[in-house]
């Protein structure tokens, strides 16, 4: 079982809808959970951080951490074309930085 | 401000040369990484440093060395690198190790 989990996608939202992306971990002492955005060739841009349970909002972003069910989520809404990107869920494990292989997202206009 | 710089931007070396990537942050943040991330992969952890000493090494090859002069820089000296060492190069820094990490542009860097 990989340690962060993500659906590769691409996940294809039109512009203005929301777009949900997931997130599991297998390890139940994970403390710090964040969402990072890459765009293609860039490196990557913290966009949420999150780190006791239930909702975090910032803008158009929402991230929803859930530690019983070892989930985390990030819904953009309002989605743009400018939010197409990879987006990364990472979380602490033994200090270090474990990342999800990424879900591409695309918004269509 | 949360500013990681690196440079070169890009960097191309033969097999047998030696060339070093160079890391600053301004950012007062004790602990800095190295990465190396692949097309279509996530970044792979390579190195660490804490408080200006190197706290993880990910069995990274003795080709790629690690160096940290000061709490505000970070280098990585490349020697003998095969081509599939091509890669964009990573280095992040963070308060702390477990805190939230900031990445600087990173360095697309192509052995021949």
């Known amino acids: 079982q990989k340690e962060v989990e993500q659906n590769s996608g691409p996940l294809s939202v039109p512009e203005g809808a929301i777009a949900s992306l997931n997130c599991t971990y297998s390890?139940?002492?994970?403390?710090?959970f964040f969402w990072y955005r890459q765009y293609s060739g860039k490196s990557p841009e913290l966009i949420m951080s999150?780190?006791?349970?239930g909702d975090k909002e910032d803008g158009r972003f929402t991230a929803q951490l859930n530690k019983a069910s070892q989930y985390v989520s990030l819904l953009i809404r309002d989605s743009q074309p400018s939010d197409s990107a990879t987006y990364l869920c990472?979380?602490?494990?033994?200090?270090?930085?474990?990342f999800g292989t990424g879900t591409r997202l695309l918004v269509s206009p | 401000d949360t500013e990681v710089t690196q440079t070169p931007k890009h960097l191309v070396m033969g097999m047998t040369n030696k060339k070093s990537l160079k890391c600053e942050q301004h950012?007062?943040?004790?602990?800095m990484y190295w990465y190396k991330q692949k097309a279509k992969k996530p970044p792979e952890l390579m190195f660490v440093?804490?408080?200006?000493?190197?706290?993880i090494n990910e069995s990274v090859p003795s080709r790629f060395s690690p160096e940290c002069p000061n709490s505000s820089l970070l280098n990585l000296h490349l020697h003998a690198l095969q081509p599939e060492d091509s890669a964009l190069y990573l280095c992040?820094?963070?308060?702390?190790?477990?805190?939230?990490?900031?990445f600087g542009p990173g360095t697309r860097l192509t052995v021949t």
């Open positions: 992040a820094s963070s308060q702390e190790r477990g805190y939230e990490q900031y």
């Open positions: 390890d139940r002492g994970s403390q710090s």
């Open positions: 999150i780190y006791s349970n």
């Open positions: 990472a979380v602490t494990g033994f200090q270090k930085l474990v």
């Open positions: 950012m007062g943040h004790r602990a």
């Open positions: 440093y804490s408080y200006e000493k190197l706290s």
